[in-house]
């Protein structure tokens, strides 16, 4: 299996700062790299798609760069709805892994 | 807009067979261009890829599950299934049936159902 390590697993930002969250793959994905945002009781929301297409609705503050093993998802302004947690996931090979999620808090 | 609801057991003893179902409304699960499956999220952790299956049946599993996991879809009603056997208390997790672009290179999950937690316990 491929391991998607993200980092850091929590950070604490205030409104308006930019910040970047890592994950790293434990072999070569390419491109295929999929970033979600899941807010407490809710279903994760699909954000960025093939590491740097914004999904239809996505505010533009959120994007995605990388390729092969390393990838960043950017928040360029941070808002208040934007605390919450957010998971990489790669799709290049089976089975679909996770990384174990970065959680975004008020500081 | 095309949505997805689970629907099944909130409880399960252990031993015993899992079984979920996924209505799918809005658009047809007969198509070429999505994968319809399953993720877990057990309480307070991360996300698992349970599986997945396609318009023509084929049907892909987590290597770690893939000895107890059956995915089958019912065209006529526009559904598809889980069921997991034997189960443990690790199995407790909420639950989500999803869909997979296919024609997007990095094939993601776009459209989630609200995810229904499963508890197993006697």
């Known amino acids: 299996d491929i391991q998607m390590t993200q980092s850091p697993s929590s950070l604490s930002a205030s409104v308006g700062d930019r910040v970047t969250i890592t994950c790293r793959a434990s072999q070569f994905i390419s491109n295929n790299l999929n970033w979600y945002q899941q807010k407490p009781g809710k279903a994760p929301k699909l954000l960025i798609y093939a590491a740097s297409s914004l999904q239809s609705g996505v505010p533009s503050r959120f994007s995605g760069s990388g390729s092969g093993t390393d990838f960043t998802l950017t928040i360029s302004s941070l808002q208040r709805e934007d605390f919450t947690t957010y998971y990489c996931?790669?799709?290049?090979?089976?089975?679909?892994?996770f990384g174990q999620g970065t959680k975004l808090e008020i500081k | 807009q095309l949505q997805l609801q689970e629907s099944g057991p909130g409880l399960v003893k252990p031993s015993e067979t899992l079984s979920l179902t996924c209505t799918v409304s809005?658009?047809?699960?007969?198509?070429?261009?999505?994968?319809w499956g399953w993720i877990r999220q057990p309480p307070g952790k991360g996300l698992e890829w349970i599986g997945s299956?396609?318009?023509?049946?084929?049907?892909y599993y987590n290597p770690s599950l893939k000895s107890r996991v059956t995915i089958s879809q019912d065209t006529s009603k526009n559904q598809f299934s889980l069921k997991l056997s034997s189960v443990t208390a690790a199995d407790t997790a909420v639950y989500y049936c999803?869909?997979?672009?296919?024609?997007?290179?990095?094939?993601?999950?776009?459209?989630w159902g609200q995810g229904t937690l499963v508890t197993v316990s006697s």
């Open positions: 996931q790669q799709s290049y090979s089976l089975p679909r892994t």
């Open positions: 299956i396609y318009y023509s049946g084929s049907t």
């Open positions: 809005g658009g047809s699960i007969y198509s070429s261009d999505y994968y």
């Open positions: 999803v869909r997979r672009i296919v024609v997007i290179v990095s094939t993601p999950t776009d459209i």
